[in-house]
């Protein structure tokens, strides 16, 4: 193998950089050329290509976004888009390709595979929804930042004795709102996953002021309902006022963890590792510390399921 691309899709993700300067420096290591493909499946139509040396990831590691930049292609999931994808690859002399993204990412990686491209995918979502993975890059900064932002809101929420909802990302699935919520010792964690009533809700802040708590925090999963709302339906219920926080996008930036750096380097490198071996059409995931890799097409019928274990304890430390 002479050739191989590396682009990142979706969604960007802390630790993207990461990744992709180890798949540059462990392929030329390798005496293999690396080109970065910009915007995703949108430059691999568009034929928006640049070779990377180990000089072009220099100073990127600690960064968050993504160098290549990331973006959404309908175009690519046409015939025609995928005929032109593989066209400009073959033309380019690429002979294996490391996708960078998330379930979609994926898909398309899988089409391009199943069109005679060597594809190995990174997990990288700030989400970590998806299955055969226990993290995928992006995740722990996310988690870090939601903690970050809540440590400063418990400071007034505690001197204004207040019930502070905060929403955090995650429109299918709670991962965020659960690691985050747990690490904060959020009194109520709200994940689309599992079912809540207003009515619970409320007797829990209740029976913590009772005790002598000074503040309430909520930590909600945006697909779990809208913040506000429920901030309206507990001032009714209990009259206390309510105050709602959406951290949105600046969960998704910032410098990545350590813990982000080390697994987006170690899934870069493990790629590359894959593609000169022969191995295509694979996600590389890490499971209880380990890399493991697993078929494409198994991810798309699986789903990641939520940390029941985790998800208990943080009902018994809120008691
Ligand atoms: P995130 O989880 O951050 O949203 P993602 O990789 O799931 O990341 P998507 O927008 O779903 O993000 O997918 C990124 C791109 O992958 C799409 O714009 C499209 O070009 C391609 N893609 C998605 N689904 C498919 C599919 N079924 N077949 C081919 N390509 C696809």
Redesign the pocket.
């Known amino acids: 193998m002479k050739r191989i691309g590396v682009l990142t899709?979706?969604?960007d993700?802390p630790g993207m950089n990461a990744a992709i300067r180890a798949v540059v420096r462990s392929a030329i290591y390798n005496g293999v050329e690396v080109y970065g493909i910009r915007k995703?499946?949108?430059g691999l139509l568009a034929g928006d290509f640049i070779e990377m040396s180990l000089g072009s990831v220099g100073d990127i590691i600690h960064r968050g976004g993504t160098i290549l930049r990331t973006?959404?292609?309908?175009e690519?999931?046409t015939k025609e888009g995928?005929e032109k994808a593989v066209n400009n690859i073959k033309q380019l002399g690429i002979e294996g390709l490391v996708v960078i993204?998330?379930?979609?990412?994926?898909?398309?990686a899988a089409?391009l595979a199943n069109r005679g491209i060597p594809t190995i995918g990174i997990p990288g979502?700030?989400?970590n929804?998806i299955p055969f993975t226990d993290y995928s890059i992006g995740f722990d900064t996310a988690v870090n930042t939601v903690v970050e932002a809540v440590n400063k809101i418990r400071d007034t929420a505690t001197s204004h004795e207040r019930t502070f909802i905060i929403e955090v990302m995650g429109r299918e699935s709670g991962h965020i709102a659960l690691y985050s919520g747990v690490a904060c010792g959020a009194e109520t964690i709200l994940v689309p996953e599992k079912p809540y009533t207003i009515k619970n809700v409320c007797d829990k802040i209740m029976s913590g002021y009772k005790r002598g708590k000074l503040h309430s925090i909520i930590i909600l999963a945006e697909g779990a309902g809208n913040a506000f709302e429920i901030g309206q339906k507990i001032k009714e219920v209990i009259g206390l006022e309510t105050r709602v926080i959406v951290l949105g996008h600046l969960q998704r930036g910032g410098t990545p963890t350590a813990f982000d750096r080390i697994l987006a380097s170690q899934m870069g490198g493990k790629a590359v590792e894959l593609l000169l071996n022969g191995v295509s059409n694979k996600m590389i995931g890490w499971v209880k510390g380990e890399l493991i890799v697993t078929d494409l097409e198994k991810i798309f019928s699986a789903q990641k399921p939520l940390n029941e274990e985790l998800y208990n304890l943080a009902s018994v430390l809120a008691i």
């Open positions: 899709s979706g969604g993700a995703g499946y949108a973006a959404r292609s309908e690519f999931k995928m993204g998330g379930d979609g990412s994926f898909r398309g089409e979502t700030i989400d929804d």
